[in-house]
């Protein structure tokens, strides 16, 4: 007894000493004199931030920060430099691209033709003579500044003689060499191959193809479905390459539609071996293509298991396609949802709003949205969708009276500017029109819940940077003005931080730079907030952390 007694006193005096004078633990890192935009509410500047673990514990000025240093804290100097909060794009396909990121020549940031010409002649090289040499999307002729036409067949023929070339533009159109068509069996006598859409494949008065395959994603596709694929012995390797290159953009978060098993499986093994740079937020959804299929899905969607509470993987919407018959084609400009379409749709939407699911939905075209709306209200009467974010995707076309709707019913808007590539196009569909496409000051003075993805990696570009210069100066790549409704550095960089925390369901851990929030964190070559405009899409990411842990960079 009296052993016990004396046992017990002891503790009980060191537990109330140790809260009387309780100190948190120092913080592992601190990074110091620098310009901390923490895009908090108020757009906070600050000069330090503190790091324990995974998480920020303080942010201010640098003696105050300087002040919580242990013995065993760890102090960069970033001699001035910018640091943002890490970017979240809300919707781009990037773990699809896993499996040719390697093999493709990707053009994002390549902004001369002899640059373009170059990379093609060594990947040519490095390829050998047979070698495929491609590219599926995410760049647009219009970004040569220096030359910007289309290629033709006899350039690519002259720049890879023995290899077969397809460089695919967005989903608009592909351009092949003569080696490209001879493989693909697309000849001047010989009937077109089966899976290829009449019509798409361009002839001269000769009835001779000139290597252009025309025709929105019909047409791209079934070129891209005969390029060679990385073997599955590579498939880790293409993914480290690919996950880098999102980091050196500036990107530590994406909203992912269509989630490829295989490369999930593989981010997951770097999860448990705390080694994964990125955070990845999957849209599921089981997309059916006829009514038929929609029976069988019905059935699924309750079964749906959203939510992990994971803040590295997890699946947070069903998307992007409610009814494949409704899923607006890229380039269309004019849609015609029927009423036995929009049935269909409405059952399925009701049935995702009866259990509860988060809805992300491809929307695009004027009257497809006023479609979609007008189903959501009535399956907002049945089961009220206030609370579950559901958002409408791309909608370049919106206009300020869908936003007024969308908010009444709570919606959100992940707004994915395919001008970025594509404005040229679609100027000479649109016409002037095409200069409120997306409409980003209406977006913003609406006062709906924003935020901005590329839906990259074909139909358009991924560089986060790429987007806030547009979003800035209105100007797409190549530097033609296409955007008139641009908005302030400040929104556009909300909109791609704070905001875009919300279409990921982690406004509580990402999306500025706070206090007991992840210590996502980027830091920039030059000063996004001073940087004259034209320089905004050149900035770069010198070091990058996700979770407290330096992913890009090293100090
Ligand atoms: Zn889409």
């Not at 909203?255 to 071996?273: F, H, N, R, Y």
């Not at 839906?455 to 210069?469: E, H, I």
């Amino acid at each position: 007894m009296t052993m016990r007694t004396l046992f017990t006193i002891p503790v009980i005096a060191l537990i109330a000493v140790s809260s009387l004078t309780a100190q948190p633990a120092p913080p592992d890192l601190i990074l110091s004199n620098g310009k901390i935009i923490t895009v908090d509410e108020r757009f906070t500047i600050a000069q330090a931030v503190a790091i324990r673990g995974n998480r920020i514990v303080a942010v201010g000025a640098n003696a105050e920060i300087a002040s919580l240093a242990g013995p065993n804290t760890r102090t960069v100097d970033l001699r001035g430099r910018a640091v943002i909060p890490g970017l979240i794009d809300n919707h781009m396909h990037l773990l699809r691209a896993a499996a040719t990121w390697t093999k493709e020549l990707r053009f994002e940031g390549v902004i001369s033709r002899k640059q373009a010409a170059d990379m093609l002649r060594a990947r040519a090289k490095a390829a050998g003579p047979g070698g495929w040499v491609y590219n599926i999307g995410g760049w647009t002729h219009q970004q040569f500044a220096d030359d910007p036409r289309p290629f033709t067949r006899e350039e690519l023929d002259q720049l890879a003689p023995d290899n077969p070339v397809a460089l695919q533009e967005s989903y608009y159109q592909v351009f092949l060499n003569s080696r490209a068509l001879q493989t693909l069996g697309i000849q001047a006598n010989t009937p077109d191959p089966p899976e290829f859409v009449k019509g798409t494949i361009q002839r001269d008065a000769g009835g001779k193809p000139t290597g252009i395959i025309r025709g929105d994603i019909a047409a791209t596709r079934p070129v891209a479905a005969k390029l060679p694929k990385v073997a599955s012995g590579e498939l880790e390797a293409a993914t480290t390459e690919m996950i880098k290159d999102m980091n050196r953009a500036g990107l530590t978060s994406v909203g992912v539609p269509g989630c490829s098993a295989d490369v999930l499986e593989i981010l997951e093994k770097w999860k448990t071996q705390e080694r994964l740079g990125i955070r990845i937020f999957c849209i599921e959804g089981a997309a059916p293509g006829s009514p038929e299929q929609v029976d069988r899905a019905l059935g699924q969607i309750g079964k749906m298991k959203l939510f992990q509470g994971d803040s590295f993987i997890d699946t947070v919407f069903y998307g992007e396609s409610v009814y494949g018959p409704l899923h607006d084609p890229m380039f269309a400009l004019k849609s015609n949802p029927t009423p036995d379409q929009l049935e269909i749709w409405r059952r399925m939407a009701m049935e995702i709003a009866k259990d509860g699911l988060p809805l992300h939905v491809h929307a695009e075209l004027h009257d497809t949205i006023d479609a979609f709306l007008d189903q959501i209200d009535a399956v907002n009467k049945e089961h009220p969708i206030k609370g579950l974010r559901w958002t409408l995707a791309h909608i370049n076309q919106i206009n300020a009276a869908q936003l007024d709707r969308m908010k009444r019913l709570g919606m959100y808007a992940a707004v994915h500017p395919w001008a970025v590539i594509n404005g040229a196009i679609m100027h000479e569909g649109f016409g002037d029109g095409a200069y409120d496409m997306p409409p980003l000051r209406d977006l913003q003075n609406s006062g709906i819940m924003w935020g901005f993805g590329t839906d990259g990696t074909a139909a358009n570009q991924t560089l986060p940077f790429q987007t806030l210069s547009f979003a800035v100066t209105g100007e797409m790549v190549g530097g033609r003005k296409v955007l008139r409704q641009t908005i302030s550095r400040e929104d556009a960089l909300i909109a791609h931080t704070r905001k875009n925390a919300y279409f990921v369901f982690q406004e509580d851990n990402l999306g500025s730079i706070q206090p007991g929030k992840l210590a996502d964190l980027v830091v920039l070559d030059r000063d996004y907030l001073t940087v004259p405009s034209a320089e905004i899409k050149d900035i770069k990411p010198v070091m990058m952390l996700v979770g407290g842990r330096f992913v890009y960079g090293t100090p």
